[in-house]
């Protein structure tokens, strides 16, 4: 029954919400980000972690709670774009985000590899992620499976609506190679990865586990990793800026090489994030809590 309570409201939400226009779509989002911070101290605790990191320890408390209450609003709005997203054409989708530095983009895939688009769950990393099969190139992602199963396939239905393929992490990967060697874009998140599949580097001064896959499958695929980023502008339309492919370095001692190659992936994350941390918008901890409250 909880199930079923979960994907209804779900499904309600998305009839309700996902045909407001972006005025009222977007103005609810305050008010409704105000309420999630304050009835779900679990999301509180966990944003506050992991942004007192980010902001440093001379943060003050008034300043980490502002940028967590901005963190919830931005949730929202990243909810409302999901709920919305397959009810825009191309050329509203092309209206709402643009790309700087797509050439990076060009010339990775003329290699004839792949390219890895690294990315973290910042701006609107939907948005981002949608933008490549708009312009017609072909990409494919991770996700994560959720319950339950019905509001998963949900989610996929809409993540899936613009033609990106995504593969659930708890069944086989070989379709992302297949994409790299199709010469194709593969999506991968930076900042989160499954538990197995993490390495300890110093992040924001503190060691934090992160997903070692980006650069695994670089390494393994000869695929250039190109950082691209969605930045969430004040009138809600998004610009992805894209820098150029990172240098990894290939000696051949595949363990040294994966672990140079994940310092140079943090400090792409700490100074992207470092800039807007209100954009970073994962719930989960990136640092262990150890039954802290949120606050270091």
């Not at 045909?19 to 103005?27: E, K, T």
């Not at 992620?129 to 017609?136: A, D, H, S």
């Not at 949900?154 to 990106?164: A, E, N, Q, V």
């Not at 894209?242 to 792409?268: H, I, K, N």
Request: glycine share 8%.
């Amino acid at each position: 029954m909880r199930d079923f309570l979960i994907f209804a409201a779900y499904r309600l939400l998305g009839a309700l919400i996902g045909p407001l226009p972006p005025r009222l779509g977007y103005g609810l989002s305050r008010p409704v980000g105000a309420l999630v911070h304050a009835i779900s101290p679990q999301l509180r605790n966990t944003l506050a972690w992991n942004m007192s990191h980010v902001l440093g320890p001379d943060a003050s408390e008034d300043e980490l709670r502002t940028v967590v209450r901005k963190a919830c609003a931005n949730i929202i709005r990243g909810h409302y774009d999901l709920l919305r997203l397959a009810r825009l054409s191309q050329e509203e989708m092309l209206r709402m985000a643009r790309f700087e530095g797509v050439e990076h983009i060009e010339k990775a895939l003329a290699l004839g590899k792949g390219v890895i688009m690294l990315s973290a769950h910042f701006g609107n990393v939907d948005i981002l992620l949608q933008l490549p099969t708009v312009r017609g190139v072909p990409i494919s992602t991770p996700v994560a499976r959720i319950r339950p199963e019905r509001l998963f396939q949900y989610m996929l239905r809409l993540r899936t609506s613009r033609g990106m393929t995504m593969y659930p992490t708890d069944g086989p990967m070989i379709g992302l190679y297949r994409a790299l060697r199709r010469g194709e874009m593969v999506g991968l998140a930076a900042d989160r990865g499954l538990e197995a599949s993490t390495r300890r580097v110093e992040f924001f001064g503190a060691p934090a586990d992160l997903p070692e896959g980006p650069v695994r499958l670089a390494l393994s695929t000869g695929a250039s990793v190109v950082p691209a980023f969605s930045l969430r502008l004040p009138d809600h339309t998004f610009v992805a800026r894209v820098e150029p492919a990172l240098e990894l370095p290939r000696t051949g001692d595949r363990e040294a090489d994966l672990a140079a190659g994940l310092e140079l992936v943090a400090g792409v994350l700490e100074r992207v994030i470092a800039q807007h941390p209100e954009q970073w918008m994962l719930t989960k901890p990136v640092w262990p809590m150890n039954g802290c409250n949120g606050i270091p």
